[in-house]
Protein backbone atom coordinates (compact mmCIF):
# COMPACT_ATOMS: atom_id res chain seq x y z
CA UNK A 1 0.00 0.00 0.00
CA UNK A 2 0.82 3.67 -0.98
CA UNK A 3 0.60 5.24 2.51
CA UNK A 4 -2.26 7.43 0.47
CA UNK A 5 -5.79 8.31 1.10
CA UNK A 6 -7.74 7.86 -2.25
CA UNK A 7 -10.37 11.28 -1.86
CA UNK A 8 -13.06 11.45 -4.84
CA UNK A 9 -16.08 13.91 -4.63
CA UNK A 10 -17.03 15.49 -8.29
CA UNK A 11 -16.99 18.51 -5.69
CA UNK A 12 -13.70 20.67 -5.96
CA UNK A 13 -15.07 22.56 -2.42
CA UNK A 14 -15.59 18.87 -0.74
CA UNK A 15 -12.66 17.49 -1.97
CA UNK A 16 -10.57 20.37 -0.72
CA UNK A 17 -11.60 20.10 2.59
CA UNK A 18 -11.43 16.64 3.13
CA UNK A 19 -7.75 16.92 1.37
CA UNK A 20 -6.90 19.92 3.77
CA UNK A 21 -8.39 18.44 7.04
CA UNK A 22 -6.01 14.96 6.14
CA UNK A 23 -3.25 16.91 5.27
CA UNK A 24 -3.26 18.46 8.87
CA UNK A 25 -3.26 15.62 10.37
CA UNK A 26 -0.06 14.33 8.40
CA UNK A 27 -2.11 11.85 6.08
CA UNK A 28 -1.06 11.87 2.10
CA UNK A 29 -3.42 12.50 -0.06
CA UNK A 30 -4.56 11.80 -3.75
CA UNK A 31 -7.29 13.35 -5.23
CA UNK A 32 -10.35 12.06 -7.85
CA UNK A 33 -13.41 14.09 -9.57
CA UNK A 34 -15.18 11.36 -9.93
CA UNK A 35 -15.58 7.37 -9.18
CA UNK A 36 -13.74 6.52 -12.69
CA UNK A 37 -10.59 8.40 -12.56
CA UNK A 38 -10.47 7.11 -8.91
CA UNK A 39 -10.37 3.57 -10.12
CA UNK A 40 -7.91 4.36 -12.51
CA UNK A 41 -5.49 6.01 -10.04
CA UNK A 42 -6.28 3.25 -7.33
CA UNK A 43 -4.95 1.26 -9.94
CA UNK A 44 -1.85 2.59 -10.97
CA UNK A 45 -0.92 3.11 -7.41
CA UNK A 46 -3.28 1.26 -4.59
CA UNK A 47 -4.25 3.73 -1.77
CA UNK A 48 -4.14 2.73 1.90
CA UNK A 49 -7.82 4.09 2.81
CA UNK A 50 -10.65 5.65 -0.26
CA UNK A 51 -13.22 8.08 0.73
CA UNK A 52 -15.51 8.12 -1.47
CA UNK A 53 -18.70 10.39 -2.33
CA UNK A 54 -21.64 8.55 -3.88
CA UNK A 55 -23.23 10.88 -6.84
CA UNK A 56 -20.75 11.41 -9.22
CA UNK A 57 -20.49 11.82 -13.22
CA UNK A 58 -18.87 8.66 -14.87
CA UNK A 59 -19.14 6.27 -12.06
CA UNK A 60 -20.71 6.38 -8.68
CA UNK A 61 -19.63 5.43 -5.07
CA UNK A 62 -21.14 2.41 -4.84
CA UNK A 63 -20.19 1.52 -8.81
CA UNK A 64 -16.53 2.73 -7.77
CA UNK A 65 -16.75 0.23 -4.87
CA UNK A 66 -17.90 -2.89 -6.67
CA UNK A 67 -15.18 -2.20 -9.30
CA UNK A 68 -12.34 -1.21 -6.49
CA UNK A 69 -13.00 -4.66 -4.70
CA UNK A 70 -12.74 -6.55 -7.86
CA UNK A 71 -8.96 -5.01 -8.24
CA UNK A 72 -6.04 -7.29 -6.62
CA UNK A 73 -5.26 -6.33 -3.51
CA UNK A 74 -7.86 -3.71 -2.21
CA UNK A 75 -9.67 -6.89 -0.06
CA UNK A 76 -7.50 -4.91 3.08
CA UNK A 77 -8.31 -1.50 2.13
CA UNK A 78 -10.73 0.25 3.80
CA UNK A 79 -13.72 2.81 1.83
CA UNK A 80 -15.39 5.47 3.40
CA UNK A 81 -18.54 5.90 1.83
CA UNK A 82 -19.46 10.30 2.43
CA UNK A 83 -22.20 11.26 0.77
CA UNK A 84 -25.14 14.25 1.41
CA UNK A 85 -27.68 11.02 1.51
CA UNK A 86 -28.13 8.64 4.87
CA UNK A 87 -30.96 6.37 3.57
CA UNK A 88 -30.63 2.95 5.10
CA UNK A 89 -31.23 1.32 1.67
CA UNK A 90 -28.12 3.02 0.36
CA UNK A 91 -25.87 2.46 3.35
CA UNK A 92 -26.73 -1.28 2.80
CA UNK A 93 -25.67 -0.94 -0.54
CA UNK A 94 -22.64 0.73 0.25
CA UNK A 95 -21.61 -2.03 3.07
CA UNK A 96 -22.72 -5.01 0.24
CA UNK A 97 -20.36 -3.48 -1.68
CA UNK A 98 -17.64 -3.30 0.43
CA UNK A 99 -17.86 -0.07 2.41
CA UNK A 100 -16.47 0.09 6.16
CA UNK A 101 -17.80 3.28 7.42
CA UNK A 102 -20.44 5.93 6.82
CA UNK A 103 -19.97 9.90 6.94
CA UNK A 104 -23.35 12.48 6.55
CA UNK A 105 -22.32 15.99 4.70
CA UNK A 106 -21.99 18.20 6.07
CA UNK A 107 -19.19 16.78 7.81
CA UNK A 108 -16.47 17.45 11.07
CA UNK A 109 -13.43 17.41 10.84
CA UNK A 110 -12.65 15.94 14.10
CA UNK A 111 -15.51 12.84 13.43
CA UNK A 112 -13.48 12.44 10.09
CA UNK A 113 -10.13 12.26 11.34
CA UNK A 114 -11.68 9.86 13.86
CA UNK A 115 -13.17 7.76 11.48
CA UNK A 116 -10.04 7.54 9.54
CA UNK A 117 -7.95 6.70 12.30
CA UNK A 118 -10.30 3.81 13.15
CA UNK A 119 -10.60 2.52 10.14
CA UNK A 120 -6.75 2.42 9.63
CA UNK A 121 -6.13 0.93 13.20
CA UNK A 122 -4.22 4.40 14.39
Do not use: C
Amino acid sequence: MSGEILVIDDSDSVRRLVTSALRLAGYQTVEAPDGQIGLDKARSKMPSAVITDQNMPNLDGIGFIRAFRQLPGSAGVPVIFLSTENADTLKHKAREAGAIGWMTKPFDDRKLMSVVQKVLGR
